[in-house]
């Protein structure tokens, strides 16, 4: 991890136009005459993001959709996608997964605009990279950085889902077969991200972790977040497999992949946030507090939480 | 090939947008507000499109510049790059890496927005990617479609060197360090571009090679094209390397990497033509003349050459 760390922090020093937002955020803003470009460029590598035996179609509509939901972090309307792609031996396997970037693009409803496609040479995994573009809403592409003292924290649907998923995949907990779903399927939040764009003074999905999100957002934005474990919002199989104690809800706010949106707004924006996630059919729930100071807090039933060693994934 | 071919076709049917322009482009036109946008992503693989012991400054301006060169053919105004970087076990080989996407960007006068960086699995090859965006100029991208017949058939600067600069990094040919530095170092003919682009009725980078560039044109534009082997224009070094004979002009016109750029205009446009690349500082040349019919035929001193087997490189 160090080393990746170490090469962005090489390629920081050149990255100096204001859209990259010093490579810290989800994705490039790009000022246009005819408004903001939203530009992201997400990769999977077999072995390492995707086990060599998931359905191609799996990981196509993976490849896709954590691309677009860099894009809902951003309030952007999609515009188009381009698939580089590096294939191997198994033609059966290019042949699903190109079907599968097609139901992906399809029903999340982005095109399939260009790319390229090589081949990696004799037994090297799979590399898979998208590049998605998309348009920010008129009121700005919302940043990490807006939150303000006496914002309130929420996040959208629920959360540990998809890392609870992943273990029972992995052979290492039981579960329903839903939890295995929603880390094979994410579901980005478009028409949540677009409706919360301009009620939301900051803004990011949660693709490492609701606690290591939530510390970026506060650390961006100079305030402290205070986190109430217990307003954590959990779904019912998660609560099945793994009960909803401290230690569950520490383990779902430390999980990463669900993709839900995690964002801050003013008390006064509660109805408007409440309207627009209703127009979108998603749930949304306030889960803590920004205040003055720095870095987050936790507290369960009003008693303070010490921080868990690891927030969530480090892996950028 | 056969399988890159049948991928690409599976892709195709998905990408029915116009701007992906049937997949068939140098890169896509997105229609916005503001202008057209130009969007390409092009991969390089270690071990496939370079060698494991080629400099990694080099490999980063070649990324950089064959994306550059695919916006070049539209005319486009660079606006940003994103990396896709997967990383292997040499920190040395990354941190040479980024200082060289870093100078090419710098060299090139395009801006760093974002990006991935991966980790490979250990041993295997490095996958990188780069998707550039481009402003297409006021008059619009062109196309490969648009030549007619009438129109001269145009090439800038000089082919075959990369291609004999390959030969001589392979060991495979004898020749002078400029034929090589032209293989490492494309430069994609951004301003040249960018001038041509409301002159011109069709144009393409020679990233394959002119006849099979040409081919490319001559179907896509519905139109025949007789190209004059004699007019294809040869540098000093690749003379003083491989002659100027019939075999030499057809292995110039058959070989890849020289990221010149391809184009067509009517012959009233002579000297607008010649005009924008003295402002450009390139020169061009006419090659060829496009007629009634379809696909390329060639002549040398005015008698009929066969096409050769292999009109260039067919790697997509």
């Known amino acids: 991890m160090a080393r990746e760390i170490a090469f962005i922090a090489a390629l920081r020093a050149f990255a100096d136009d204001p859209a990259a937002r010093g490579l810290m955020d989800d994705a490039a803003v790009l000022p246009r005459p005819g408004g903001d470009l939203v530009l992201t460029h997400d990769m999977l590598v077999e072995g390492v993001h995707y086990l060599s035996g998931d359905a191609p179609a799996d990981v196509a509509w993976k490849l896709v959709s954590v691309n677009l939901s860099d894009l809902t972090a951003k309030g952007a309307v999609p515009l188009g996608v381009l698939l580089g792609y590096a294939m191997t031996e198994d033609a059966a396997w290019d042949s699903a997964f190109a079907e599968g970037i097609g139901a992906a693009a399809s029903a999340l409803g982005v095109k399939l605009l260009g790319g390229d496609t ?18 920010a809403p008129p009121s700005g592409a919302p940043s990490r950085a807006g939150a303000k003292a006496g914002d309130r924290l929420w996040v959208s649907g629920t959360v540990g889902d998809a890392g609870r998923g992943l273990a029972i995949r992995l052979g290492r907990a039981q579960g329903d077969a839903a ?8 579901q ?8 919360l764009a301009p009620l939301v003074t900051a803004m990011a999905d949660v693709s490492d972790g609701l606690l290591i999100d939530a510390r970026r957002i506060a650390h961006a934005s100079g305030c402290a977040i205070a986190i109430d474990l217990g307003a954590v919002p959990l779904s019912g199989p998660y609560v099945a497999a793994s009960g909803a104690d401290g230690a569950a809800r ?30 979108a059919n998603v749930p ?17 039933a009003g008693e303070a939480v010490d921080l868990p060693a690891h927030l969530g994934w480090l892996h950028e």
């Open 250 to 279: 520490i383990t779902a706010a430390t999980s990463g992949d669900d993709y839900e949106l995690l964002f801050t707004a003013p008390a006064a924006m509660d109805g408007p946030v409440l309207a627009a996630a209703g127009a």
């Open 118 to 135: 090589v081949r990696m040479p004799t037994g090297a995994p799979r590399a898979l990279g998208l590049t998605a573009i998309g348009q």
């Open 284 to 300: 949304v729930v306030p889960v803590g507090l920004c205040t003055a100071g720095e870095d987050i807090t936790l507290t369960l």
């Open 179 to 186: 939890l295995v779903d929603r880390y094979l399927r994410p």
């Open 188 to 195: 980005p939040r478009l028409a949540l991200g677009q409706a």
